[in-house]
């Protein structure tokens, strides 16, 4: 079920302003796909334009190629709203919806799709969900209770559990450690190398030993300078990128020598 994606000379824009140039790159399945770079270099603008979640902002368009096996992403025949359902994202702070229980909040996005659901599907998936973002046992006795009486590190795993309950092919996933104790992170971690037997996912991340520890590939982002576009300056297996990284700049920013 998992998914490749080909990157094919994209270019992002909001409106006149070229955020980011030229990406090219191939995104393995069952694979963890890490981007890494400064602020402002347009991480988080790529990640959107996986799931066209970068459209929904006025004026924001797209260039270039992006296909998901073999299927382009952007052709005008492709729902965006069903591409979205297979292609999930969890966000950089944890979203869940504040009126919502546990269990609503996780079968939020299944409830788009199909309004009735016999009660025992939805326990199922509710539970199967849970224990996926390994959240199960912290909370099976509260599903009843609102999602936002939870810890940080608990509503972020209640995101991903409601990323996954619509079972999509691809989870992107936008700093989803950066407001995390390092025993939440460590969790999200392990998580995320469990996943990875069933989906393709790609991350985004601040934390070089996150990227390290956690995924196959790394692409490491720059800017030339501000108010430039940013690209991709390097794409590589992560082991390569830690060591020897094709790219003096690469070298550079992985060992804090940059700015
Ligand atoms: N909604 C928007 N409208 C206009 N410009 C935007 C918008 N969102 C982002 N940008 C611009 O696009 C560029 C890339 O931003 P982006 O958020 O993708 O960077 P990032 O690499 O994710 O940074 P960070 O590490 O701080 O999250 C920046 O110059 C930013 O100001
Ligand atoms: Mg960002």
Avoid at 61 to 79: F, H, P
Wanted: charged share 25%; net charge neutral; with cysteine.
């Amino acid at each position: 079920m998992a998914k490749s994606i080909d990157i094919t000379d994209l270019d992002i824009y909001y409106g006149d302003f070229k955020a980011v140039e030229g990406v090219n790159m191939t995104i393995k399945a069952k694979a963890v796909t890490a981007f890494i770079g400064p602020s402002g270099c347009g991480k988080s603008t790529f990640l959107r334009s996986l799931n066209r979640m970068h459209e929904v902002i006025p004026g924001a368009r797209v260039e270039g190629k992006v296909t998901v096996d073999g299927q382009s992403l952007y052709d005008s025949a492709i729902d965006p709203v069903e591409v979205r359902r297979r292609i999930g994202m969890v966000f950089q702070r944890p979203n869940p919806f504040p009126t919502m229980s546990i269990y609503e909040n996780v079968l939020a996005g299944n409830r788009l799709n199909a309004k009735r659901m016999p009660k025992a599907t939805a326990d199922t998936i509710v539970e199967k969900s849970l224990r996926g973002a390994n959240l199960w046992n912290e909370v099976k006795d509260r599903l009843g209770k609102p999602g936002m009486g939870l810890s940080g590190g608990q509503q972020q795993r209640l995101c991903i559990a409601r990323a996954i309950a619509v079972e999509p092919e691809v989870l992107l996933m936008d700093e989803p450690c950066s407001a995390l104790d390092p025993i939440s992170t460590a969790a999200i971690e392990d998580l995320i190398h469990e996943l990875k037997s069933d989906y393709t996912i790609v991350i985004v991340t601040h934390n070089m030993q996150q990227a390290a520890r956690v995924s196959d590939d790394t692409g490491f982002f720059n800017l030339k300078a501000a108010g430039q576009p940013g690209h991709l300056v390097e794409f590589n297996p992560t082991k390569t990128m830690f060591t020897t990284p094709d790219n003096p700049d690469t070298e550079a920013y992985i060992s804090g020598r940059f700015g």
